[in-house]
């Protein structure tokens, strides 16, 4: 949508009555070539009336053009609105839409760690931004209108509350609850309405523009695949419970013929400039290549971003995915394909519920461009072996006598066709109040001022739990405001309840442990040899686990052990017992648990959030290793996305989190080379991150993205010219050769290097280790100092001088860098020349 396209409120005088918004607004839509719905019509009529709207439509009902029509109102009314999501990725999506719609003047985003025009009169924010705001600020907050999407997650067990809470503390706001599976909404239409004094409209039951139609299949599942491409039924989008089995299903499709000639040369075209950088990347762009996509959170975004981009354009015939597909995902399909009506929900597995299966089937079917939607659930496995078997059999009664019918394999929780049809059948299950009381809700409660007392009552008696489990949470708000005032954070006496400390804004949400990080900070030595990664090691410690990298640390830490166990010939029972105390690597873990106790006595808040050590960015450069490198090392291609994202989170949280007078070389050397790191393997994570902090810092920004985007992303910057980074790579390149040779690994150092050769260094090794016992890899080793680099135009030519026992320093390695190459790579290209004495 272009600026002609955009929905100027100026358009109206002041005072204008609903009747004149609503045909203001209509007027707009049909400009933009749109004709409302006869649901769209409904609901867009009773937010200009002032009503409440709880608007539960099959996806493909436009409900996004509803809530323009909601901010439009409220714009044109002079209140402020807010847009909120369950991911940020959706929040940022919806940020741009609209500000290409209204004007970056009228938008802005504000997320844990950043925002643009904060200032804004319609702001895009995570559901738990504004349950904070709604907590800190109640009935005073600046909030005339909410739009939460996605609203069925107030029926998520961990972040539920986020949802309830604005209900709960906004009673002067207008509420549009939107989403495709909220079940029976009687009781919350009438809870809504006698907080906020509203009547409110439910616009719910409407049928699909494009219906749906349902399928079980027995066949195996690549005939099924065949038989919806032939019969016309792509885009199909294959869904899946794991990374694993999307991949491999991937890999199964690519031997049929997907996509024709013509598609696949298209595709080509298209993507030919494209960086495929990783070893998933590698094996995405081959499947991309004929006409299939994979699509789950574990990816980089950037390819997630391509196979969006391909899909949309119609080029890709199939994808393989996981159910985010039902998260808001913008990947326009035709058919939906189960491969199974159960999952794992990180406890056991399930069948699906109503919810979560129309969810991932109301992506069927593309308004605008299909008559219908198809929904398909593939029959078990087994079922499939046994009804090719009888049909194989024929009517011959002996062959049929011998058929031997398979049996679901252990462990296998049932479904088959009478689960699918009870399924497509099902409503929703109305959704469960999963309200919490956190010490971090209770002093936003408590800093609001007023009647504390009163506000925490209400929040803990006026909510839509039952009275059992508000009892249970009234115990646990006395106990969080004994330990508070305990602590000497909050004081009460005959004024009331009040805080003895200031709060900053969303301190809950932006890195919660940001305040234990800065007290650790003051426990190291700046002088210690390892001062520049202990600080990561406490900026990590406060990072969410990311699973997929500790549970292989594990893994490997555990195989290594076994090792070592058997060499050292422990017994089986006695390893087995060592082996439960091996984990994942902790640096500081005991400094930092005694810390945090001190601590949290005295900011008993912080026990909502728990301490977490571990090693990823401290061990990837400890390993000297590559972002490939070092997903290779751990097995974990699939979850690179998760590896990346990880990254990035650690660059902001070290960025902003570690004072600029605690930054010693070596750590601003660290930052740096981590910063560059991310950026060189994708670098969305970070531009638009730092594109609305400069928003923050510079006023209002446009950060407008056109239609046209191109398929190929712009290359990152040129590594070179983040010279302070590069130095870095280079240092970490030559470490690498340097740990190598340590352990006299010439396969190793030949694979790096194999223009010099195994049998080069061999002789340089042999020479080397006659003079001298070992080659030392601590922390000297790796220092500046005995790295000596000339940096030319081109070419920067290296010595990389080996740290000896004695000290004589009087071996080194000689190294060209190509610059260009090293550009054109993303990593610094090493060329090792000479390993001699100086």
Not at 124 to 143: H, K, P, W, Y
Not at 182 to 187: A, E, F, H, K, Y
Not at 282 to 300: D, E, N, P
Not at 688 to 694: F, S, T, V
Request: hydrophobic share 40%; glycine share 6%.
């Amino acid at each position: 949508m272009t600026s002609s396209a955009r929905l100027n409120p100026a358009v109206l005088p002041d005072g204008s009555d609903a009747d004149a918004v609503y045909l203001a607004f209509v007027e707009w839509a049909e400009s933009t070539g749109i004709t409302l719905y006869p649901a769209q019509d409904e609901a867009v009529i009773e937010i200009v009336s002032g009503n409440n709207l709880i608007l539960s439509t099959p996806t493909g009902t436009g409900k996004s053009l509803v809530a323009i029509g909601a901010h439009f109102a409220a714009l044109v009314d002079g209140r402020r609105s807010y847009y909120t999501a369950p991911i940020k990725a959706l929040v940022s999506e919806k940020f741009f839409a609209l500000v290409d719609i209204f004007g970056p003047d009228n938008v802005g985003m504000v997320t844990g760690d950043s925002a643009v025009n904060a200032d804004a009169p319609i702001i895009c924010c995570t559901a738990e931004i504004l349950a904070n705001l709604s907590l800190r600020q109640g009935s005073s907050a600046d909030v005339g209108q909410v739009v939460m999407d996605e609203f069925h997650f107030y029926g998520d067990p961990d972040r539920g509350w986020a949802w309830q809470v604005p209900l709960l503390e906004l009673p002067q706001a207008q509420f549009i609850l939107m989403s495709a599976t909220l079940g029976d909404v009687t009781s919350l239409a009438e809870d809504l309405t006698r907080r906020t004094s509203r009547q409110t409209a439910t616009v719910t039951g409407v049928e699909r523009p494009v219906p749906l139609h349902f399928y079980y299949e027995t066949t195996p599942i690549h005939e099924t695949v065949e038989e919806l491409l032939s019969t016309g039924q792509a885009p199909i989008y294959v869904v899946h419970f794991s990374q694993a089995a999307a991949m491999e299903r991937a890999q199964a499709l690519s031997s049929t013929k997907i996509a024709t000639r013509e598609q696949r040369d298209e595709i080509a075209d298209l993507i030919g400039g494209f960086r495929f950088t990783t070893s998933f990347g590698k094996t995405l762009s081959r499947f991309l290549r004929a006409g299939i996509g994979v699509h789950h959170a574990g990816m980089l975004p950037k390819y997630r971003r391509l196979v969006e981009q391909l899909a949309q354009r119609g080029l890709l015939r199939v994808i393989c995915g996981t159910d985010t597909l039902g998260v808001g995902i913008n990947v326009p399909i035709r058919t939906v394909l189960l491969t199974a009506l159960t999952k794992f929900d990180g406890t056991r597995m399930r069948q699906l519920n109503a919810r979560e299966f129309h969810q991932i089937a109301g992506r069927a079917g593309r308004a605008g461009y299909d008559t219908a939607g198809t929904v398909v659930a593939q029959a078990p496995e087994h079922e499939s072996e046994n009804v090719a078997a009888v049909k194989k059999a024929g009517d011959d009664p002996k062959k049929k006598r011998k058929i031997v019918r398979k049996k679901a394999p252990d462990g296998f929780v049932s479904w088959g066709e009478p689960s699918f049809l009870k399924l497509v059948a099902a409503e929703p299950e109305t959704l469960t109040s999963h309200m919490q009381i956190t010490s971090a809700m209770m002093l936003n409660v408590i800093g609001r001022g007023g009647d504390v007392f009163a506000n925490v009552r209400s929040l803990v008696f006026d909510n839509h739990e039952p009275r059992a489990k508000q009892r249970v949470l009234a115990i646990r708000a006395l106990g969080i405001y004994r330990t508070l005032r305990e602590s000497g954070i909050v004081e009460d006496d005959a004024d009331g309840i009040r805080l003895t400390v200031d709060l900053q804004p969303n301190f809950a949400l932006n890195q919660p442990l940001s305040p234990f990080a800065l007290a650790a900070f003051e426990l190291l030595d700046p002088e210690s040899a390892t001062f520049a990664l202990d600080m990561i090691s406490i900026v990590e410690s406060t990072l969410d686990d990311p699973r997929a990298i500790l549970s292989q640390q594990e893994f490997l830490a555990r195989g290594e052990a076994v090792a070592s166990m058997k060499a050292e010939g422990i017994e089986y029972d006695e390893r087995m017992e060592l082996l439960e105390q091996i984990t994942y690597p902790k640096p500081l873990e005991e400094l930092l648990d005694a810390a945090f106790k001190t601590f949290s006595a005295a900011q008993p808040w912080i026990r909502d959030f728990e301490l977490r050590p571990k090693s990823v960015v401290r061990d990837m450069y400890e390993r000297a290793m590559s972002f490939g490198e070092y997903v290779a090392q751990y097995k974990i291609a699939r979850s690179e996305g998760v590896v990346l994202r990880y990254l990035s989170d650690a660059y902001r949280a070290a960025s902003q989190t570690i004072p600029e007078d605690l930054k010693t070389e070596d750590l601003r050397d660290l930052i740096e080379w981590l910063g560059e790191l991310v950026r060189q393997v994708d670098s969305s994570l970070l531009d638009e991150w730092e594109e609305l902090r400069a928003g923050t810092d510079n006023g209002i920004v446009d950060l407008h993205r056109p239609d046209d985007e191109p398929i190929v992303p712009p290359a990152p910057k040129r590594l070179t010219s983040n010279v302070r980074a590069f130095r870095i790579l280079v240092r970490n390149e030559l470490f690498r050769r340097i740990q190598l040779a340590a352990r006299e690994d010439v396969d190793g150092l030949a694979e790096l290097d194999p223009e010099f050769g195994a049998d080069a260094w061999d002789a340089a090794l042999d020479a080397y280790f006659a003079e001298h016992d070992e080659i030392l890899t601590g922390g000297d080793a790796r220092s500046s100092k005995l790295l000596l680099i000339t940096e030319g135009r081109a070419e920067w030519t290296v010595r990389q001088i080996l740290d000896d026992p004695a000290g004589d320093h009087d071996w080194g390695i000689a190294a060209t860098i190509d610059l260009a190459a090293s550009d054109e790579a993303g990593e610094a290209v090493v060329r090792v020349t000479a390993v001699d004495r100086l």
